[in-house]
């Protein structure tokens, strides 16, 4: 669990506070250049998915930087600028001589095609979406692939002619040149994107260029990163002594466990339970790391202090700031007791790193809706052995290192906990106990239904609201469930999950009738966006 900031989120860096390097540490990996695209993430997703390490690096970052990673390929990404609009990025040509294969995709292979002399033009109209491709030269790239086929388009500018030394390898309707090579110089280009599940085709695109073009070995496999953070950790700690912050979720559970593996009892956990946790979760992360794993853990019940903080505070913010400061005086009370720790384990993840701008290999962290800060006098360095990993590449690990299925496959939690699943309204032990019972029930049903995996959130949510009801030709005035279910991939955007009615049905009458203070259930069909996933 990064600790941050409970109010802004930033970790103050100190030079202290030195992380782990994002770059792997003998792993073989192409780089992808972000010049803004939509999907630049994706593409180093979907060559990782190919069992290549890819690293995701802002397109200004210059060749010098790309050449110490020594890497065995390069990505050019696509991007929302026009080749010939007035600050548009333009190619560093010094990226052609590192001698590596480069992928232009999109933008870059505009960009290309432009920077060596090629035809580009703005089209008579842009191509978005779904969109037919011919491909009249298979080449190197496009080997085996048939002539006929669909792909995903994002363009207005099109490739009239390519590069001289280069030969056309498709076309779209709108796209005279859809697809260009020049072996000579190693160089690649599409206009479509192949990173997209809409490109039938485009996994095939992004394994030839890695396996065939690159000569990648394909070796990026949760064993091998397990292996390699070790060594990692091992290197970087020495005989010294470490602290996590463990919150049960995958991050913090996966982390933990990792340095655990690496150094065994020189790890202490300090697991807080704040009491605001789903029903029973707390002896689960008891039960799973100090009785399973054998992991030094320091088990806090924090409860009553937590609801003092908490007593008449309805304001969602407020909330956050109030669990977040004591969290800190909590977990700074533990800490102190533990001698000689030197070393604080953060939950960091590869997504992070780039959103916060910090792909180049700096320590920013962005912001995260954990519930701790770390106070600027505590000076520890910090050991980030999930910097390398996307969200799926840390359950793969965690899988790999043996972590119960229930901890690996355990959906998104807020930091503040069900303190802000309670809207606009005080969170009283009461309160919580019908929110923690209203969730049980809908986790139970759900994983009965073999829907947990699918969803990325399913949660309740309790408004200060109370309705009339009728219960037992009495009437009532109880509470009111709001219940939440979303899908997504990366909880940038989120669909509102169309759970079956019956299971709604039941869940409903089961929450109604084994929840005295409960009356009505509600579902939110909200998507991200307009609305967010959680409430507050």
Request: aromatic share 6%.
């Given at each position: 669990?990064?600790?941050?900031?409970?109010?802004?989120?930033?970790?103050?860096?100190?030079?202290?506070?030195?992380?782990?390097?994002?770059?792997?540490?003998?792993?073989?990996?192409?780089?992808?250049?972000?010049?803004?695209?939509?999907?630049?993430?994706?593409?180093?997703?979907?060559?990782?998915?190919?069992?290549?390490?890819?690293?995701?690096?802002?397109?200004?970052?210059?060749?010098?930087?790309?050449?110490?990673?020594?890497?065995?390929?390069?990505?050019?990404?696509?991007?929302?600028?026009?080749?010939?609009?007035?600050?548009?990025?333009?190619?560093?040509?010094?990226?052609?001589?590192?001698?590596?294969?480069?992928?232009?995709?999109?933008?870059?292979?505009?960009?290309?095609?432009?920077?060596?002399?090629?035809?580009?033009?703005?089209?008579?109209?842009?191509?978005?979406?779904?969109?037919?491709?011919?491909?009249?030269?298979?080449?190197?790239?496009?080997?085996?692939?048939?002539?006929?086929?669909?792909?995903?388009?994002?363009?207005?500018?099109?490739?009239?002619?390519?590069?001289?030394?280069?030969?056309?390898?498709?076309?779209?309707?709108?796209?005279?040149?859809?697809?260009?090579?020049?072996?000579?110089?190693?160089?690649?280009?599409?206009?479509?994107?192949?990173?997209?599940?809409?490109?039938?085709?485009?996994?095939?695109?992004?394994?030839?260029?890695?396996?065939?073009?690159?000569?990648?070995?394909?070796?990026?496999?949760?064993?091998?990163?397990?292996?390699?953070?070790?060594?990692?950790?091992?290197?970087?700690?020495?005989?010294?002594?470490?602290?996590?912050?463990?919150?049960?979720?995958?991050?913090?559970?996966?982390?933990?466990?990792?340095?655990?593996?690496?150094?065994?009892?020189?790890?202490?956990?300090?697991?807080?339970?704040?009491?605001?946790?789903?029903?029973?979760?707390?002896?689960?992360?008891?039960?799973?790391?100090?009785?399973?794993?054998?992991?030094?853990?320091?088990?806090?019940?924090?409860?009553?202090?937590?609801?003092?903080?908490?007593?008449?505070?309805?304001?969602?913010?407020?909330?956050?700031?109030?669990?977040?400061?004591?969290?800190?005086?909590?977990?700074?009370?533990?800490?102190?007791?533990?001698?000689?720790?030197?070393?604080?384990?953060?939950?960091?993840?590869?997504?992070?790193?780039?959103?916060?701008?910090?792909?180049?290999?700096?320590?920013?962290?962005?912001?995260?809706?954990?519930?701790?800060g770390l106070p600027d006098d505590m000076q520890f360095q910090l050991v980030e052995p999930l910097r390398t990993l996307f969200k799926d590449e840390v359950r793969a690990v965690g899988a790999e290192?043996?972590?119960?299925?229930?901890?690996?496959?355990?959906?998104?939690?807020?930091?503040?906990?069900?303190?802000?699943?309670?809207?606009?309204?005080?969170?009283?032990?009461?309160?919580?106990?019908?929110?923690?019972?209203?969730?049980?029930?809908?986790?139970?049903?759900?994983?009965?239904?073999?829907?947990?995996?699918?969803?990325?959130?399913?949660?309740?949510?309790?408004?200060?609201?109370?309705?009339?009801?009728?219960?037992?030709?009495?009437?009532?005035?109880?509470?009111?469930?709001?219940?939440?279910?979303?899908t997504s991939e990366d909880a940038m955007t989120a669909d509102w999950a169309r759970l079956p009615y019956d299971l709604l049905e039941k869940i409903a009458s089961r929450m109604i009738g084994e929840?005295?203070?409960?009356?009505?259930?509600?579902?939110?069909?909200?998507?991200?966006?307009?609305?967010?996933?959680?409430?507050?």
């Amino acid at each position: 669990m990064p600790l941050t900031d409970p109010t802004s989120g930033a970790v103050q860096e100190t030079p202290d506070r030195a992380g782990i390097s994002s770059a792997p540490l003998a792993t073989e990996e192409v780089v992808v250049l972000d010049y803004g695209g939509q999907y630049a993430q994706l593409i180093a997703r979907r060559i990782r998915e190919l069992g290549v390490c890819s690293e995701l690096l802002p397109h200004h970052v210059g060749a010098a930087e790309v050449a110490k990673r020594k890497p065995k390929g390069l990505i050019l990404s696509g991007g929302p600028a026009s080749v010939f609009g007035e600050g548009a990025p333009v190619l560093e040509k010094e990226l052609l001589e590192l001698g590596i294969p480069v992928l232009g995709i999109c933008y870059g292979m505009q960009m290309l095609a432009h920077s060596l002399g090629g035809d580009v033009q703005a089209a008579d109209h842009g191509e978005f979406g779904r969109t037919d491709l011919t491909v009249s030269d298979n080449g190197v790239l496009l080997a085996g692939q048939p002539a006929e086929q669909t792909c995903w388009m994002s363009h207005r500018d099109a490739v009239f002619s390519p590069p001289a030394g280069s030969r056309a390898l498709a076309s779209s309707p709108a796209s005279p040149v859809a697809a260009f090579e020049d072996e000579a110089r190693r160089i690649y280009a599409i206009q479509y994107h192949p990173e997209v599940v809409h490109t039938p085709f485009g996994q095939e695109v992004l394994r030839t260029f890695l396996e065939d073009i690159c000569g990648c070995r394909r070796d990026w496999t949760p064993s091998s990163i397990v292996a390699e953070q070790i060594e990692r950790i091992r290197e970087q700690v020495g005989t010294g002594r470490v602290v996590c912050g463990l919150s049960g979720g995958v991050d913090s559970s996966v982390a933990a466990l990792l340095v655990h593996r690496a150094i065994g009892d020189q790890l202490t956990c300090v697991f807080v339970d704040h009491g605001l946790m789903r029903k029973n979760e707390g002896e689960q992360v008891i039960e799973a790391f100090r009785d399973h794993f054998g992991v030094p853990l320091v088990a806090v019940d924090a409860e009553e202090r937590f609801l003092a903080k908490l007593a008449g505070v309805s304001d969602p913010e407020a909330k956050r700031k109030a669990i977040g400061a004591e969290f800190i005086r909590v977990f700074e009370e533990e800490a102190e007791k533990i001698q000689g720790a030197d070393f604080l384990v953060q939950g960091t993840l590869y997504s992070d790193v780039i959103e916060s701008g910090g792909g180049t290999g700096t320590s920013t962290i962005k912001s995260h809706h954990n519930v701790g800060g770390l106070p600027d006098d505590m000076q520890f360095q910090l050991v980030e052995p999930l910097r390398t990993l996307f969200k799926d590449e840390v359950r793969a690990v965690g899988a790999e290192l043996g972590l119960p299925d229930r901890l690996v496959w355990r959906q998104p939690f807020p930091g503040p906990g069900l303190a802000i699943r309670i809207v606009g309204g005080e969170a009283t032990r009461e309160r919580l106990e019908v929110l923690r019972e209203a969730d049980a029930i809908l986790q139970d049903e759900i994983r009965q239904a073999g829907l947990y995996r699918e969803l990325w959130q399913s949660f309740c949510v309790l408004p200060d609201v109370q309705t009339v009801g009728v219960q037992g030709d009495e009437r009532t005035y109880g509470n009111l469930i709001v219940i939440r279910a979303v899908t997504s991939e990366d909880a940038m955007t989120a669909d509102w999950a169309r759970l079956p009615y019956d299971l709604l049905e039941k869940i409903a009458s089961r929450m109604i009738g084994e929840i005295p203070q409960v009356n009505r259930i509600a579902l939110d069909i909200t998507s991200k966006p307009p609305g967010t996933i959680e409430w507050e």
